[in-house]
């Protein structure tokens, strides 16, 4: 499936560079019959299907939606679309698919010149010179897990248990051995008299007295 | 004491505070379900030897291309609400032909994958009846082009690349066309139809250039009833207009020819009326008369015979053309639990050709429609399948008298959503299963830490990810601890109830309600509302939950209701009530009685209110609470709001002991010429609220102001109530109030300049937040208006609690007119919304999550933290500490926060959260086309172990540091042996 999605895009590509020079002036508005004007439009996605991520968006299912779901059309397979027989005014097209983030454009269609485009994106009111929409960022869904590592299982609650454990057996007695047995016997002598168990007399250095 | 400290680590080991999953973690509690509605049309593609499918168009604007081995979608496209199907078909061999939007949109897709080949905008003059006529194409080398007629133009248009060849507008010629006839590899085109009421048109055009040949009319004295039928391709049928006679029309070398003839000459004691039935046979045709359809044939000379009289219920086909100049047909009719399917030839009518009988649910109702395709057996004969619509909005294929598959398609319409507690286990899990399943239970967490170390391999990662979507613990028939385990109850356009287990969606069990349903007395019901009827929990053991449902006749407001009470449990009626009195509102009421069943007030179309049940006792609870009841209506049309309380017994011909008088309490009129409602939201009656106090930074306290009666209403000037791009700036304004529902007190009031509708809102707590369209900065925006009571302000004095001068126990009415403030924002936001929902759990502690229906549909989880009016650009520390966000201008779409991941709910209606039992957590459930459930954890799970949390690294780390402490004592006693020898 993937390997037959990313032919067709071959295909889609080249004939979006053919077809560019040729229908440059047709992405434009253009008066339509009565009072009526065509929006025509172009949506770009330059990476579809050389992700990594099992994509699940197809150009088939991006839709384009006129003022906030007044008309609703999708993509030729060249990526082309139109709506026709919009009124003057200014107007809202959304572009929605699964896997990328598009921005809202807002556009002037204006009953005194028409063949003007007047395009811009809402989200960073960058203006378009042609109506061609490209999506903004890739969407990721999902949380990427993190590979396993030995820090993932150290940081968790039951490595850092472990750690202790470890920790207690093998370098206490270390700090302990290295102590001066003079130190030491004071040290213990101290404790014995404050009368508080310490951690020590649990190990195994304590019972060297 | 341990648990807590050890979840407070877990708690801080995972910083996250957005909703996210991990891939491997879909379906592990979600789930997603297809749908495409009630079918209106299909046409099968079976021809060649590869898939086989049938392509369909339905009620909900889906497009769909369906396997007809198994019904599962190959592809699917919902389009737009105003863009409904037409017609479809195939042309090419290759190409699906929809023609929508009344004949003015004209799209080509590709069979295989459903991409979008070509479209065209088809434009005209008038309305019309909208006909695609694609020519049969044998060869499919030669490129016939399409003929479309609609909005009283006729196109011709190339099926390879969509381009209008010629186009010829007929309401020039004052002809409302009916039927289209191109006799294949013919120069012309035959266009059929009524010109005016009493005369028939009958018209040639030239099928290269649209060129209108020849145009002949007729007048019959009688007129016409604007149905008409082709019997043959120069014969039609059409009925006068009082629906008694049959005109038979032949056009014959110019000549229109009318021969009538009595319907009540044909059938005996005909009375009533006759109506044309839509039939596409050759030398037969049906009608319909008062709860039968009747075959007629037409002989020579214009004579008609009666071959048949079936029961009304019966579903015919259209006829296929199965061999030369043969015609076959489907008819079905029904048998007590069983369907009939008769295929029989156009020709004969005594031979049937497939008799078979079908043994059918009867809670799929009557056949509504039924299509019909050909394959070629082994021995050379001929054999059928059908698929058929049911009257619940199923699809079935039937072949060799079983069903092949079905598709509950009734769910693609979901009316209204209510849950019901699954029964409590009544016995203890046994000692032997457990026994049972320790060893797999220890095999299936061996495996698991295989997993999170990295150490399996992909047939072990496959049998972890097995074993975590079957496990059967989510999918059981009793209620759990955490309170995952529910039921759905739905209610569809169909009238159907449909029950759904929320652990993996299956129906449990579903119910055609029979008030619901096409009768005398009812002729278009429509279902309304579901409410819960009653909950027991005194009884929980032995006592079934049950839900009512309330519906109505027809679509005015003054249409006799209908109510039903369904056993939850079961889904068996308990009990009906068929066309009482209008319902325009219901009003669960928050008394129950001694059986727990809910009182529920319905108001009626004269002001009236009517108590259900209708019990004594029910009169005697209402009595006490008489007058602590009231309720308001929103009249939209008028602009009016206004509140309402009982005042007496009705005064009727019959007395009627559980009717009430009503009387106005109050009323707001907004100025007609400057608003008009758009939008009223309430608070969910069964909403909990942990607290009223609020802390704030530098230990303030604010109080909110929960009232259960409190409304927000949206309103905008008349003139922008239509879509985007209708209006400019200057022209538009919104306006929100909010109002006490009880008093008619408005609280606040709002008025946002250069903005317009569709808005959106929910209200929650203390909150409100809606989503409107700003036309100044052309996006659309939020905003939240949080309300606090001040009246409560000044009870932080330590020294007044102390004693006991503080408000805090005095009770809370509407009536006491406590000061109230409001804090207010608004933030951009990219998305157009279909609907907001905020999620619900059952104390009310756990913070709120926005979750928004996008216009892509998907459900946005958005944490309500961003929309707090105390936002400000640099948070001082206390605030940063607090946990407010620094404020930026729009919200931030985080695409992990997406509940739906990577699924897309078509056609996306509406979102219904329901409490868990346990805190943390929400159950999700989202409905359009299709239907999604989730469950969600706004602030995470703090109070339960996550899905993937590892029991046996636990069990390892335990037996490890018992290890250790055995190994240490050996040490240490061997350590102390060698110190006493020293």
Known sequence: MAVKQRSKLIFLKLSLLFSFSLLSSALAISPGAGDGHTINGRVKIPSLGAKGFALPGKLSDIKVILNGGQRVTFLRPDGYFSFHNVPAGTHLIEVTTIGYFFSPVRVDVSARNPGNVQAALTENRRRLTELVLEPLREEQYYEIREPFSVMSVVKSPMGLMMGFVVIVMFLMPKLVENMDPEEMRRAQEEMRNQGVPSLTSLLPGAARS | ???????????????????????????????????????????????????????????????????????????????????????????????????????????????????????????????????????????????????????????????????????????????????????????????????????????????????????????????????????????????????????????????????????????????????????????????????????????????????????????????????????????????????????????????????????????????????????????????????????????????????????????????????????????????????????????????????????????????????????????????????????????????????????????????????????????????????????????????????????????????????????????????????VHSIVEVIPLPFTDSTEQRLHLLIDANQRAHLFPKTHEAISIIQREFANIYWYSVEADNGIIRGHVLKDNCILEVSDEYCFNTRDLWSIVFPSESEKIIATVTRKSNEAVHTQAKVMAEQDVMYKYVSKNLLFVANVLPKGIGKIGSVTPEESWLVVYLIDTVTGRILHRMTHHGSQGPVHAVLSENWVVYHYFNLKAHRYEMSVIEIYDQSRADNKDIWKLVLGKHNLTSPISSYSRPEVITKTQSYFFTHTVKTIAVTSTAKGITSKQLLIGTIGDQVLALDKRFLDPRRTVNPSQVEKEEGIIPLTDSLPIMPQSYVTHILKVEGLRGIVTVPAKLESTALVFTYGVDLFFTRIAPSRTYDSLTEDFSYALLLITIVALLAAIFVTWVWSERKELQEKWR
């Open chain 2, 1 to 579: 004491m341990a648990i807590k400290v050890f979840l407070l680590l877990l708690f801080l080991s995972c910083s996250h505070s957005v909703f996210s999953i991990y891939q491997d973690q879909v379906g592990l509690m979600d789930w997603h379900q297809q749908y495409i509605g009630k079918v209106k049309h299909a046409v099968f593609h079976t021809q060649k030897a590869g898939r086989k499918r049938v392509v369909v168009s339905t009620e909900e604007n889906v497009i769909a291309s369906l396997d007809l081995r198994s019904g599962k979608i190959f592809w699917r496209h919902v389009l737009g609400a105003d863009d409904a199907v037409d017609e479809i078909d195939i042309a090419l061999g290759k190409y699906v032909i929809t023609l929508s939007s009344e004949g003015s949109i004209l799209r080509a897709w590709n069979l295989p994958d459903g991409q979008m080949v070509w479209e065209t905008f088809l434009s005209g003059s008038s309305p019309s009846k909208s006909i695609l006529f694609v020519p049969a194409n044998l060869r499919g080398d030669k490129d016939n082009p399409i003929l479309v007629y609609g909005n009283g133009c006729l196109h011709a248009v190339s099926s390879i690349d969509g381009e209008v060849v010629w186009n010829k507008e007929l309401t020039v010629e004052g002809i409302d066309v009916q039927e289209l006839i191109h006799p294949l590899g013919s120069d012309v085109i035959y266009a059929v139809g009524f010109g005016g009421l009493y005369q028939f048109d009958s018209c040639q055009l030239n099928a290269k250039n649209g060129e209108l040949l020849r145009h002949e009319k007729a007048e019959f004295p009688g007129g016409f009833s604007g149905e008409i039928s082709s019997v043959s391709s120069d014969t039609f049928v059409a009925s006068d207009a009082a629906h008694s006679i049959l005109v038979l029309i032949s056009v014959r070398d110019g000549a229109i020819n009318f021969q009538q003839t009595y319907i009540s000459d044909l059938v005996q004691d005909f009375s009533g009326t006759a109506v044309l039935l839509p039939s596409k046979l050759t030398g037969i045709f049906s009608i319909k008369i008062d709860g039968f359809v009747v075959f007629v044939k037409v002989i020579d000379e214009g004579k008609l015979e009666l071959v048949d009289k079936i029961d009304h219920g019966a579903a015919v086909s259209d006829a296929l053309p199965i061999s030369e100049g043969q015609q076959a047909f489907a008819l079905i009719q029904h048998e007590g639990n069983k369907i009939q399917l008769t295929v029989k030839t156009g020709h004969d009518w005594d031979d049937d050709l497939v008799k078979e009988g079908i043994k059918m649910d009867c809670e799929r109702g009557l056949v509504h429609k039924v299509f019909i395709n050909n394959y070629i057996r082994r021995d050379m004969s001929h054999g059928f399948r059908a698929l058929i619509v049911m009257e619940d909005h199923s699809l079935l294929l039937v072949q060799q008298g079983e069903i092949v598959w079905s598709r509950e398609d009734g769910l693609a319409s979901i009316i209204d959503v209510t849950t019901s507690e699954l029964p409590v286990e009544k016995h203890g899990v046994s000692v032997a299963k457990v026994e049972q399943n320790l060893f797999e239970w220890l095999k299936g967490h061996v495996l698991k830490i295989k997993g999170t170390l990295m150490l399996a391999s992909p047939d072990e990662v496959a049998e972890i990810q097995r074993i975590r979507l079957k496990s059967s613990e989510k999918s059981k028939m009793t209620r759990d601890h955490n309170g995952f385990r529910k039921l759905l109850i739905v209610l569809t356009r169909a009238g159907k109830l449909f029950a759904l287990h929320t652990g993996d969606g299956r129906v449990v069990w579903s119910l055609l309600l029979n008030p619901l349903r096409e009768s005398e007395e009812c002729s278009s019901p429509i279902g309304l509302k579901i409410y819960q009827w009653q909950v027991p929990h005194h009884h929980a053991m032995d006592e079934n939950p049950s839900v009512l449902v309330v519906g109505r006749c027809a679509h005015g407001l003054d249409a006799p209701g209908v109510l039903s009470v369904v056993d939850a449990y079961t889904g068996k009626e308990i009990n009906s009530l068929g066309a």
